[in-house]
């Protein structure tokens, strides 16, 4: 008798456990706060994304990237490098179909729209052009973009769009297109 009680109360205890650890499996995982270190074709940064909600987060990046070439008189060619910051909030829409299909929503991986506010400060600016005057320029835009995990702490974001981008002195509508590659630090 004391075997069959001992015997159910342990078949009990591994159903109930059994079926929270699937509970628990059932559910979209939830976005995460991440802080990560960039590396994209012209540039490197850290980025640090803020969950808002559960379909919502807030996003700052700041980078050091080319943001020109151009030729000089005796054919050389000068690079021009600068700092940028940039705040924008994302918007993931498709964690649930994601889910569905088995994928992975570890580290934000997903796709998402975003508006984004950029600033890239006159002081930032290293190049080796002389008599050259640069503008603080300033850019406002939307973007689609999905993020990808390639490694437990690796992954990829493609993002592209259409910005405003403008100076004191000018204006202009600007096309919007990053690779990077992101390890996530915390």
């Known amino acids: ?20 650890v699937y ?28 969950v808002l909600g ?3 987060t807030t996003h700052f990046n700041a980078s050091y990237q080319l943001v020109g070439v151009s030729g000089g008189s005796n054919q050389d060619v000068d690079l021009t490098f600068a700092g940028n910051l940039s705040v924008g909030a994302r918007y993931y829409y498709n964690r649930e ?4 299909k088995g994928k992975k929503l570890t580290q934000n991986a997903g796709n998402f729209w975003a508006a984004e506010f950029q600033v890239i400060p006159d002081f930032t600016v290293a ?52 690779f990077k590659l992101q390890y996530v630090l915390f």
Do not use: H, W
């Open 54 to 56: 559960n379909k919502f």
């Open 97 to 100: 179909r994601r889910f569905e």
């Open 127 to 178: 190049t080796e052009e002389r008599n050259v005057r640069y503008l603080t320029t300033y850019l406002v835009g939307a973007k689609y973009g999905l993020r990808r995990n390639i490694t437990r702490n690796l992954n990829y974001e493609c993002e592209f769009g259409l910005g405003y981008l403008f100076t004191d002195e000018d204006a202009t509508v600007y096309p919007l297109l990053e």
């Open 1 to 20: 008798m004391k075997i069959n009680l001992k015997l159910t109360y342990l078949s009990i205890t591994l159903l109930f456990c059994s079926l929270t």
């Open 23 to 50: 509970s628990q499996e059932d559910t979209v995982a939830p976005l995460e706060n991440l802080f990560s270190a960039n590396l994209n074709i012209i540039g490197a940064g850290v980025t640090y994304e803020r």
